[in-house]
């Protein structure tokens, strides 16, 4: 079956680097993606890995894939206070589907 | 680019009328729309597909003559929840995929529906 998880809370203090985990079960997906959520809003798309890499670097974020383990994470280098917000990751299967399954989402804290 | 728009942000209506929300893809077609549903502090949980020029397609327990959609242009798609009541209370959120794209789906800011 389908599910996504993901711990619910993780809070960082500011400038340090926040590691957010996802893990799945279907291995059939053929993207990951991460999407930000703020307070009242729709989501942003972040970034998103195809499921035939291991990594994926853009900018401040670093997205890692362990297909094997069924692991995503999602490393924010240099937190700030505007990274505060819901972190979800997502899987997505194409061939005419395209479905996303999200999981429950992280909510980052960053204090001072 | 890949701007989604949804119409009305915030709606408060009351019981047994049927409530209209917009989704539009602003600077691409798309060709697949989908309609979320998120309960408070709680994930995103697809309520429907819908595609261009064809019948929607619900999720398991999701009630069409409930949630009616059409996806009458390559740019808008609309959900109408009939009938609401108070359960029907809840963040709604549209997200597109580009006709030229692969896989990747760009949200809307989403809905608050309030039914009284």
């Known amino acids: 079956g389908e599910d996504v998880e993901q711990s619910l809370f993780l809070s960082v203090r500011e400038g340090d680097s926040s590691v957010i985990n996802c893990t799945y079960t279907d291995s059939s997906s053929t993207y990951l993606y991460w999407y930000k959520q703020e307070p009242g809003a729709g989501l942003q798309l972040l970034t998103y890995i195809f499921s035939n890499m291991d990594m994926k670097q853009d900018q401040r974020l670093t997205v890692l894939l362990n297909k094997k383990d069924k692991h995503l994470s999602l490393r924010i280098a240099d937190t700030q206070t505007g990274d505060s917000a819901i972190y979800f990751c997502?899987?997505?299967?194409?061939?005419?589907?395209?479905?996303?399954?999200f999981g429950a989402g992280t909510r980052l804290a960053v204090h001072p | 680019g890949a701007v989604v728009s949804q119409h009305p942000s915030r709606v408060i209506c009351k019981s047994g009328t049927s409530v209209k929300i917009e989704c539009r893809s602003l600077?691409?077609?798309?060709?697949?729309m989908f309609w979320y549903r998120q309960f408070p502090k709680k994930s995103l949980m697809l309520m429907a597909t819908s595609n261009e020029g064809s019948k929607a397609t619900y999720e398991q327990g999701v009630e069409k003559d409930k949630f009616l959609i059409n996806h009458a242009s390559l740019t808008l798609s609309t959900l109408t929840v009939t009938s609401a009541h108070p359960e029907d209370s809840s963040f709604y959120i549209c997200s597109a995929r580009a006709t030229s794209s692969t896989d990747t789906q760009y949200f809307g800011p989403g809905t608050r529906l309030t039914v009284l």
């Open positions: 600077d691409f077609q798309a060709t697949t």
């Open positions: 997502a899987e997505g299967f194409s061939g005419g589907y395209n479905k996303l399954i």
